[in-house]
C-alpha cells in the first residue's frame, strides 16, 4: 500500500494558506471550513504516518485515536468550537433557524479556527519529522 501521509500533510497546508487567504478576505465562514478541513487532513496525515487509518470527522475525537505514545496537546482535543462546529453548520443553511451560515461567522471565528489548525499543522510536522510507524 502507498504511504499517502505526506499528500495528506501538503493538502491541509494548501488549506490552511486557503482559509488564511478567505479570513484576510472576510469570507469568515470560508476560513472556518478550510481551516477544519486542513486540521482535520492533517490529523489523516499524521495517522497515515504511524500505519493507521482515522474514522470520523470531528477534528477534536481523531487525536483520540493516536497511540498513547503521541502526547497529543490537550488544546487539541477540549476545544469546543473549531475542533467540533466547524463542519457541518458551515456548509448548509438548514444548521441554523435564520439567516445563511456566512451571518453567523466573524472574524473572531475565523482567527480561533485558523490558529487551531495552524497548531494542529505544526504539531503534525514535527510528529512527522520522526520515523513512520507503519504502512
Known sequence: MAQRAADWLRQAERDLQQALDSRDA???EGA????????????????????????????AHLPRQLPLS?????????????GRFFYIPLRSPNCFVGDAP??????????????????????????????AGGG
Open 70 to 82: 503521541i502526547a497529543v496537546p490537550k488544546a487539541w482535543w477540549k476545544r469546543p468550537g473549531p
Open 32 to 59: 472556518c471550513f478550510t481551516a477544519q478541513q486542513a486540521a482535520e487532513k492533517a490529523t489523516r496525515a499524521l495517522h497515515l504516518h504511524l500505519g493507521q487509518e482515522a474514522w470520523g470527522r470531528v477534528v
Open 102 to 131: 456566512f451571518e453567523h461567522y466573524g472574524p473572531l471565528h475565523s482567527e480561533e479556527a485558523v490558529q487551531y489548525a495552524g497548531g494542529i499543522l505544526e504539531f503534525v510536522r514535527a510528529q512527522m519529522a520522526g520515523p
Open 26 to 28: 472576510g469570507r469568515h
